[in-house]
């Protein structure tokens, strides 16, 4: 089987970073996706690894180690619009279709 | 842009009701796919579809069919609606090799009384 674990909820301030860490029990994958879900809205793409390593994309990171099952995305000088949802996401090897993890829940401050 | 289009944004039906929900995607892509997304469950898929009138079940079928006439197209059925199929419907189109990137539509709030 296959299961992607999340911290439900992490909460930080306007500027800061904050990492939301994704770790998972699953036999083998091409590689592992973040999306970003603001309420009410469509779930959109963030990020990809395919490979070990660090992706960088602006203010967005996201990392994945296949030997320790983990990856992680790290958002830097948070704003109040990162408020939303964030989804880690793996296609299975051999399947077209994602597994979705349940998803971290981001709460910016002032 | 990708656009994904749902039907509708809001739908309510009563227990019993057949229900069609439609998604239109405009990127020619060969994969759709139908999630359901209940608070604390994340996104569950319910079928998929890799080519016209191919389908394949996802983790939560029952209860639900699908079809796929049109390479744009993809259609969910509830055959028979029921209470616990109150939920927050999403289509999505790509799944492309090398990025897996999905692209998401607006969403069908689905209430079934």
């Known amino acids: 089987g296959q299961s992607l674990e999340q911290p439900s909820e992490v909460t930080a301030v306007e500027g800061a970073i904050v990492q939301i860490n994704c770790t998972y029990q699953?036999?083998?994958?091409?590689?592992l996706s973040w999306y970003q879900q603001h309420d009410g809205g469509a779930p959109t793409f963030l990020s990809y690894?395919?490979?070990?390593g660090l992706e960088e994309t602006g203010r967005f990171s996201s990392f994945l180690s296949r030997s320790d099952s983990y990856g992680y995305l790290l958002l830097q000088e948070l704003q109040m619009k990162d408020s939303a949802s964030y989804f880690c996401?793996?296609?299975?090897?051999?399947?077209?279709?994602?597994?979705f993890g349940t998803g971290t829940r981001l709460l910016v401050s002032p | 842009d990708v656009k994904v289009t749902q039907s509708s944004r809001y739908l309510v039906k009563r227990t019993g009701e057949k229900v069609f929900l439609e998604c239109v995607q405009d990127?020619?892509?060969?994969?759709m796919f139908w999630y359901r997304q209940d608070p604390g469950l994340g996104l569950r898929l319910i079928y998929f579809?890799?080519?016209?009138?191919?389908?394949e079940k996802g983790d939560i079928p029952e209860g639900y069919s699908v079809s796929r006439e049109k390479k744009e197209r993809f259609s969910l059925i509830l055959e028979s609606a029921s209470t616990n199929q109150t939920s927050m419907y999403l289509c999505?189109?790509?799944?492309?090799?090398?990025?897996?990137?999905?692209?998401f539509g607006p969403g069908t709030r689905l209430t079934v009384l």
């Open positions: 690894n395919a490979l070990d």
């Open positions: 996401a793996v296609r299975l090897s051999g399947f077209q279709k994602l597994v």
């Open positions: 990127m020619d892509h060969e994969n």
């Open positions: 699953t036999s083998g994958f091409y590689g």
């Open positions: 999505a189109s790509g799944g492309l090799a090398g990025t897996d990137t999905q692209y």
């Open positions: 579809s890799y080519d016209v009138k191919m389908k």
